[in-house]
């Protein structure tokens, strides 16, 4: 069987982003990328699947050149082949969901796996989009999955708890963090990669029905401010929270 | 606490391929999550933590070098020197461990053992299912090792060993030693497993340095190891020296991580810490402290990815890897000692790393060939004169 992940190419969370000229992209100049951590919990639980049921890891990400240090990735912990879907831009969430669902349906893959969001636009609707696109089945914010035969089992985590989900291929399954450990890309790992090729190809674009208009940054923070360090100040601390910041 | 991104001010990265920035990268990653974290407490109570061994199996750290039929990775040495810089970030001692296991103990089965010994040792010590140590050193032989009086006879079937060795590292942990001892007057090399009748390991206590890392003695009384444990292929104490030029190799890298982990704390402390009235960082003493820093990790940082392509390349001499592993040393150990200047009070405390890598790097000056050996070891080589017999 053909699993799928699917993997974009995001900012490192410990980034100072900075914003580009044009107000629609970031400045990338100094900022490291990484595989987007929820598809680390994808590309680990496809790994896992493959160990249990066999078959081929098939990873799959858009974007530009750079991208391709994503798969790198990914075939050093443990991925079979490698696609890059050639985009150097922006393309919506459906632009994306379109061009996935085109190559898993090449693939013909029943199980893919995604993270549940993209940690650069946060848009949470790729999995779900992909699955409708496809007429397959979907579950997404996974902390756990379970394939037997067809059928499958995930938990998923809700406000305060967990439900029990079950399903069945083909399906879109899209992952929560707690799913499982990622591994780290071994040795080894790294050295097989070095040998694989990443397939090109180029991405198609329709036009896009969200497009962005301007990025910004969120108001700053007014610094804060200490009073002193003993009961002595409480008075007027309670008078600053009062008439100043109007919060009692 | 920020991410640590290394140091990187000649832009060193160029010089590398893209495979083995991948290699430091995720050796990089698991030395933040995995070692970091444990590595003060074990450091405190004096414990190897045991616990990281499959892991670092797993990822592939144990003779990372050698080939795949073996489990091993078969990585250039450029690589493998940027394994042991990484995990020397985190600590000398677990990149010790590391160093003993990979280069003093798989690479001399690997170059001098029998193909048995190979098939059967190899992918066990890569798998970290068995443990090795390398004895050498012995209590009245240190910088002189060919003076060693531990020494085998022949006997029916096998050998039968007598002596002590000393300072040897993981020896209470190990399953099999490889033991260097005199046959008829020659070096010779001997893998002695931990149950052998007669072989003993006692651990070393009371170190103020490499508290993460087990040290013990070696004591062999009337040990029998049977004939398929010599190691057939050894020619004298030569054969030991080249194990020593492997692990030296892998010091000279590993030192740079001890002085980027205590550049990279010292350079965040002395942002933040604000005296009279401004961070410490503005002074300019301070900025003279932190440039010292960057200069030479950025000298050793290049003397390190020269001599790896010399090593790879098979031309490197081991004066060279002499020369890198003297001053390394030299210089880390004179980076933590400026880092704990600069971190005042807080520099002693082990909520910082410097303390410890700065007594940690006091036996990585000593151990491999001590600071003033290699220097006599150079001093020979460009003036042909040998200052010591
Ligand atoms: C933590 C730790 C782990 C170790 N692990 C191992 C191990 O796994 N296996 C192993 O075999 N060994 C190991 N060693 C031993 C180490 O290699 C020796 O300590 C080292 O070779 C020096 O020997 P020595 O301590 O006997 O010092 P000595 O040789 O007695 O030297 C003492 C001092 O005299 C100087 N000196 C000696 N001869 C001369 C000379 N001719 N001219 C000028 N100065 C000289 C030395 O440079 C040094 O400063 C370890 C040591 C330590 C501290």
Known sequence: MKIVVCVSHVPDTATKIKISADEKNIDSAGVSYVINPYDEFAIEEALKTKEKIGGEVYVVTIGNEAAKESLRKALAMGADEAIHLKYDGYLDSLNVAKNLAEEIKSLNSQLVFMGKQSIDFDNCVVPQMTAELLDYNSISVCVSFSLDGNKVTCEREIEGGKEVVESQLPIIVGAQKGLNEPRYASLKGIMAAKKKTIQEKNCTFTNNSVELIKIKKPASKNPGRILGTDVSVVPELVRLLREEAKAI | ?389
């Open chain 2, 1 to 389: 606490m920020n991410k640590f991104k290394g140091v990187d001010y000649f832009n060193a990265d160029s010089l590398l391929t893209e495979d083995e920035i991948m290699v430091r990268e995720s050796v990089r990653e698991f030395v933040d999550a995995e070692i970091i974290p444990i590595i003060e407490l074990n450091y405190r109570e004096g414990k190897f933590p045991f616990e990281l061994v499959p892991k670092m199996a797993e990822i592939g750290l144990f003779g990372s070098t050698l080939p795949q039929k073996y489990g091993c990775a078969a990585m250039n040495n450029v690589a493998y020197g940027l394994v042991t810089q990484e995990l020397e970030r985190g600590d000398s001692g677990i990149r010790s461990f590391v160093s003993v296991q990979s280069a003093l103990v798989m690479y001399p089965i690997y170059a001098f053992g029998s193909e048995e010994q190979k098939d059967f040792w190899l992918p066990k010590l890569a798998k970290g299912e068995k443990i090795g140590c390398f004895g050498l050193t012995e209590p009245d032989f240190g910088s002189n090792p060919s003076g060693m009086i531990t020494k085998a006879e022949k006997i029916d079937g096998g050998y039968l060993l007598n002596g002590a060795k000393m300072w040897i590292t993981n020896g209470t942990i190990a399953d099999v030693a490889v033991v260097w001892a005199k046959f008829n007057g020659v070096v010779n090399g001997f893998l002695v497993e931990k149950d052998f009748k007669g072989f003993s390991a006692p651990e070393t206590k009371g170190k103020h340095s490499l508290r993460a890392s087990v040290t013990s003695e070696l004591i062999f009384d009337n040990v029998f190891v049977p004939e398929s444990n010599i190691l057939p292929k050894t020619s004298g104490l030569k054969s030991a020296l080249m194990c020593l030029n492997q692990a030296r190799y892998g010091i000279a890298w590993g030192v740079v991580g001890s002085m980027m982990a205590c550049y990279d704390s010292a350079l965040n402390y002395a942002k933040s810490r604000k005296q009279f009235s401004k961070p410490i960082a503005a002074y300019q003493l301070t900025q003279d402290k932190l440039v010292f820093m960057v200069t030479e990790i950025t000298k050793a940082q290049l003397l390190n990815i020269q001599l790896g392509r010399l090593k790879d390349q098979n031309k490197v001499k081991f004066t060279q890897v002499s020369l890198a592993k003297r001053n390394n040393c030299q210089k880390a150990l004179e980076i933590a000692r400026v880092a704990r200047e600069i971190l005042g009070a807080n520099g002693i405390l082990d909520e910082y790393p410097v303390m410890r890598h700065s007594a940690n790097l006091e036996s990585v000056k000593t151990y491999e060939g001590t600071h003033e050996m290699h220097t006599l070891i150079l001093g020979e080589d460009i003036t042909g004169f040998a200052a010591f017999d």
